[in-house]
């Protein structure tokens, strides 16, 4: 059986997450890296929802996921590809062509993304129905 690794935040974990990682499945033996809150701080410029502990428990718990871990740098995806001998790198069409350079080491994939369901967009959801009941950003009463 073939080998094959993605990464991902997989921060607010969602349909998309799973339909992209099931999809990656049918390549062989998933592994998956998830960012660290400093890597997803650095790439997404903020900070993670759900800590990365919590992130890897997630992923890690899903029946199609062998085996995942701490993804610290985009630098070091070669460094992966090797390290866990992945014959096949799957990632998001929204990477298209950003890890050609890997082919030499590994098959790359680019799969095309759910349409419609991101984690921007559901941030974005629970903000349009907790701002106007104050809850995203509460009123401070300085009258103390």
């Given at each position: 059986?073939?080998?094959?690794?993605?990464?991902?935040?997989f921060?607010l974990f969602?349909?998309?997450?799973?339909?992209?990682?099931?999809?990656?499945?049918?390549?062989?033996?998933?592994?998956?890296?998830?960012?660290?809150?400093?890597?997803?701080?650095?790439?997404?410029?903020?900070?993670?929802?759900?800590?990365?502990?919590?992130?890897?428990?997630?992923?890690?718990?899903?029946?199609?996921?062998?085996?995942?871990?701490?993804?610290?740098?985009l630098?070091?995806?070669?460094?992966?590809?090797?390290?866990y001998?992945?014959?096949?790198?799957?990632?998001?069409?929204?990477?298209?062509?950003?890890?050609?350079h890997?082919?030499?080491?590994?098959?790359?994939?680019?799969?095309?993304?759910?349409?419609?369901?991101?984690t921007?967009?559901?941030?974005?959801?629970?903000?349009?129905?907790?701002?106007?009941?104050?809850?995203?950003?509460?009123?401070?009463?300085?009258?103390?």
């Amino acid at each position: 059986m073939s080998t094959c690794i993605t990464f991902g935040t997989f921060d607010l974990f969602h349909v998309g997450h799973l339909a992209i990682l099931e999809r990656a499945a049918h390549y062989g033996d998933l592994i998956v890296g998830v960012s660290t809150d400093a890597l997803t701080s650095e790439k997404k410029a903020r900070l993670p929802v759900h800590k990365e502990q919590q992130r890897l428990r997630i992923v890690s718990g899903l029946k199609v996921v062998q085996g995942a871990f701490f993804e610290e740098s985009l630098e070091k995806k070669r460094q992966y590809v090797l390290e866990y001998e992945a014959d096949v790198l799957v990632m998001g069409n929204d990477w298209k062509g950003r890890f050609d350079h890997l082919s030499d080491a590994c098959q790359v994939i680019y799969l095309e993304r759910t349409p419609s369901i991101s984690t921007t967009t559901t941030i974005e959801a629970c903000r349009q129905i907790l701002e106007p009941i104050n809850v995203v950003r509460p009123r401070m009463d300085n009258s103390t």
